[in-house]
């Protein structure tokens, strides 16, 4: 098995967003579509086996027609057809690029899936908060794909439309308690689950303390 990571920037001085790529045996998965298909076969000649999208905000899902059309699975919450339709909560939009998304292939989850591929298990977490739609997705109880649910140093926002502070803080919680070596978040460097017990706690304390601030106004 082997990690790939295209770093896709689609606007000006906005951060680029990570479409890694999974190599196994005889084929690849994809996490997330922010990436053109083109882009994808210049990294890897293994044909894409299904696509696992983390969220519908605009980067993450730029390119998912394009792999609709290969006629693979593409997974997501069940929660993204909120989104996919909705150029405001899918964030196109606030980019300027307003579109909506039409996909035959979708295979909607509730968040407790296992899902096998080549002998290799890929678990499915529901972890809204940056959005009602957020998923994250641990490859082998070794590797976690985590959207931008939390990065290296940083937590996804909490302040766009389906966003809600007490649900990221709960899944944030839920990632701290995983097993897990290896992070690779939708935006930033890869970590790992050291990092991630030394900053989750932090990033939970500071979401609490702005939470209340709220609260008491």
Known sequence: MNIKTIKVKWAENE??????????????????????????????DKPIKA??????????????????????????????????????????????????????????????????????????????????????YLLDNETLFSGDTVFSVAVGRDDLPTSNTNQLIRSLNKILNLDY????????????KQEQNTNIPKFVEYLKNKENKICQR
């Open 15 to 44: 951060l680029s967003q990570n479409t890694h790529i999974v190599e196994l045996e005889d084929g690849c998965i994809l996490i997330d579509a922010g990436c053109k298909l083109e882009e994808i076969k210049k990294i890897t």
């Open 51 to 136: 696509v696992f999208i983390t969220h519908a905000h605009f980067d993450h899902i730029k390119n998912i027609e394009e792999y609709d059309n290969l006629n693979v699975p593409i997974y997501a919450s069940k929660n993204i057809l909120e989104l996919l339709n909705d150029e405001v909560k899918n964030a196109s939009l606030l980019f300027n690029q307003p579109c909506i998304y039409k996909i035959n292939n979708l295979v909607t989850l509730e968040g407790s899936e296992v899902i096998e591929f080549e002998g290799h298990t890929i678990k499915c977490l529901h972890t809204p908060g940056h959005s009602v739609d957020s998923m994250c």
């Open 181 to 192: 070596n290896s992070l690779f978040a939708g935006h930033g460097r890869p970590s790992d």
